[in-house]
């Protein structure tokens, strides 16, 4: 029998079912039965019961695509979720004029700088601050102090336009 490591049949082994052919007519009856029950009558039919059964493969492709754009969905919406709460941390130590950083910003050092020290006390109460810093990519925690200026630089854009697009706006009620 020839078999592969996993134990599937490689191909069909009873010669007398697939080449020679059967000859002792008496027996069919007994021999059937037991070939019915062999190994390889059960691979073939399991093998052909799934040939049936299976979905095409754009289908399956389509799912697996699928899938993938809702995780990839649910981690952007995560994301967005976390970022909102290192905006709105910018934003209060802004409207505050508290500085941002300490001296150093070491995991080991009591006083990292505010930003730092309001994202670690927010972890400890809020589950999604929490688990983006414990269990997300340690390559993405957007606390540096690169992302920090990159938060400030982008608040005080948006805060432009929208301060730009008022004057517009009044400017445009006196227009005759």
Not at 12 to 18: A, I, K, R
Not at 122 to 133: A, M, Q, S, V
Not at 145 to 166: A, E, G, V, Y
Request: net charge positive.
């Amino acid at each position: 029998m020839f078999t592969h490591s996993s134990g599937t049949n490689i191909g069909q082994t009873e010669l007398t079912y697939s080449k020679s052919g059967f000859k002792n007519w008496k027996l069919a009856t007994s021999k059937f039965k037991l070939h019915q029950m062999s190994k390889v009558h059960l691979n073939s039919s399991t093998s052909l019961n799934n040939f049936f059964n299976l979905k095409p493969i754009d289908i399956i492709l389509n799912e697996n695509r699928e899938l993938v754009h809702s995780q990839k969905e649910q981690t952007r919406l995560k994301n967005r979720q976390y970022m909102k709460r290192l905006i709105d941390i910018t934003v209060c130590l802004g409207i505050g004029g508290k500085p941002f950083r300490g001296h150093s910003e070491k995991s080991n050092d009591i006083h990292k700088g505010l930003f730092l020290d309001i994202v670690g006390l927010l972890k400890k109460y809020d589950p999604i601050l929490n688990e983006h810093l414990n269990y997300g990519p340690k390559n993405a925690m957007y606390c540096s102090n690169r992302i920090q200026n990159d938060l400030i630089f982008s608040i005080t854009q948006l805060m432009k336009r929208q301060l730009k697009d008022c004057i517009q706006d009044k400017k445009n009620i006196f227009d005759f």
